[in-house]
């Protein structure tokens, strides 16, 4: 008959399997110091011109990561316009991005016409409420309702901003592409 091991002696045996992967844990590290970073810079307060200096600090190969790592974060925040904070959330994205690819004219090519995409969008999404609203006034006057009341127009306007969302979308998902190529070539 076997000897009965205690459930230490059986976690004990199962440790010296594992093998820990120290360059995987130093990757996952610097990735976070990334996001990090890019946390720290999207603050309205932070002075663009220190984050050279926060790269600087960092090993060559672990700068690579962090600078990986950056431009993914960076590339998330860019997105179509909900709210009053997207042109500073924008201008963040547009510097740090310039400092990340040196300047690089294509990159702030593309972050222009991000930039006059997301401004249409806006201008769009106004002029598509306003459009509606003037077809369908003299309908809700009509019936007696106010339109922002009526189920119907609502649904109409929410049907047709999920067509226009979708179509700012796609462009902007394929401006984040070239963005993407360039910055990871």
Same mark, same amino acid.
């Given at each position: 008959m076997g000897k009965i091991k205690t459930a230490l002696e059986i976690a004990m045996e199962e440790m010296d399997n594992i093998?820990? %992967?120290?360059?995987?844990?130093?990757? %996952?590290?610097m990735r976070r110091e990334g996001k990090k970073l890019a946390g720290k810079y999207f603050q309205?307060? $932070?002075? *663009?011109?220190?984050?050279q200096k926060d790269l600087d600090s960092y090993k060559e190969k672990d700068r690579k990561l962090v600078v990986s790592s950056l431009k993914e974060m960076v590339l998330m925040n860019i997105s179509l316009p909900v709210d009053g904070t997207f042109e500073l959330r924008? $201008?963040?994205? +547009?510097? *740090?991005?310039s400092l990340l690819s040196k300047n690089d004219s294509n990159v702030e090519k593309i972050m222009q016409q991000i930039m006059g995409l997301c401004k249409q969008y806006s201008t769009s999404i106004? $002029?598509?409420?306003?459009?509606?609203?003037?077809?369908? $006034?003299e309908v809700a006057q009509s019936r007696g309702i106010n339109l922002e009341e009526d189920k119907d127009f609502l649904n109409l306007y929410q049907d047709n901003l999920k067509q226009l969302k979708s179509q700012y979308?796609? +462009?902007?998902?394929?401006?984040k592409e070239s963005l993407r190529? *360039?910055?990871?070539?």
């Open positions: 093998e820990v %992967d120290y360059v995987k844990i130093n990757q %996952d590290k309205e307060d $932070s002075d *663009i011109e220190n984050l924008f $201008s963040r994205c +547009a510097l *740090i991005l106004d $002029s598509l409420l306003e459009n509606l609203k003037q077809k369908y $006034s979308q796609e +462009a902007l998902d394929k401006g190529k *360039i910055l990871f070539q």
